[in-house]
């Protein structure tokens, strides 16, 4: 376990394999994402623009991963973010996020003011990016009171006796279920009545859980599972009337 300050990296039981880059190949790996960032910047001085990479995870899924050097007023259009909706209700006390990625949602946590954030992540690697090899470029391992576990979700709140304000889990996907995508097989466990009823355990009392899934109009099948799941979690917890403890948003596209 490596501890700096009050940010944990805690790796679990089972191993996932990160290949060790060169260290001058990292270095220029930085280098030139900084240098792209110069580039797509300069046109823009006058103008306020976050300009970001995507860590790709297979051939579609990807994750942001945002540039951050301690200043929250940078991320403010985080606040404008369907998928960070949530936190308007519910932002002290302790906070979980499934699915850390670019540490995306870590941040959003922060700025809307949780102190008291853990954050489960399957993939080593980007807890690996975010510890050690982009660490000067996202300073989010720096933050007070974060912790972040190599861990599968459902079974690290299984072992957790830990309760949330607030558990995230926002667009948990990937595609590719060939042997280089071992890993897109692990969300199903996810969007399953078991693993919600898992999740809604570990909330306080006036805790919130959050779930954000695409949607379209004209495909409206994620929307329907993911309210179908709601409602049957909440019905198995003997609450008589699920529709009062259920809010759907979608944003206008």
């Known amino acids: 376990m490596e501890n ?5 990296m805690h790796p679990s039981h089972f ?3 990160v290949v060790q880059e060169r260290h001058d190949a990292i270095s220029k790996l930085r280098e030139q994402m900084e240098a792209d960032e110069r580039r797509v910047l300069a046109p823009f001085a006058q103008k306020s623009v976050t ?3 995507t860590l790709t995870i297979d051939g579609s899924a990807g994750t942001a991963m945002y540039r951050f050097d301690g200043d929250f007023g940078k991320l403010e259009f985080l ?5 960070n909706l949530a936190y308007y209700i519910r932002h002290a006390g302790r906070a979980a996020v499934i699915g850390v990625g670019g540490g995306r949602d870590i941040l959003s946590a922060h700025l809307f003011g949780f102190r008291d954030i853990t954050g489960v992540e399957l993939n080593p690697i980007f807890i690996d990016m975010l510890s050690r090899v982009f660490r000067p470029y996202n300073h989010l391992a720096d933050l007070r009171g974060t912790r972040l576990f190599v861990d599968e979700a459902r079974s690290w709140f299984a072992r957790s006796s830990d309760h949330f304000d607030s558990i995230q889990m926002s667009l ?3 595609w590719a279920a060939t042997g280089a995508g071992a890993f ?3 969300e199903n466990g996810l969007y399953t009545l078991q693993g919600w009823r898992t999740f809604f355990d570990h909330l306080t009392p006036s805790g919130a859980f959050t779930v954000s899934r695409w949607y379209s109009p004209d495909n409206i099948n994620e929307t329907g599972r993911m309210l179908s799941l709601a409602m049957a979690t909440l019905m198995d917890e003997h609450i008589s009337s699920p529709r009062e403890h259920i809010f759907l948003a979608a944003a206008r596209t």
């Open 79 to 83: 606040k404008y973010d369907v998928t």
């Open 4 to 8: 700096v300050h009050d940010t944990q």
């Open 172 to 174: 948990i996907d990937t």
């Open 184 to 186: 897109s097989l692990s």
């Open 51 to 53: 300009v970001h990479p």
């Open 15 to 17: 191993r996932g394999v």
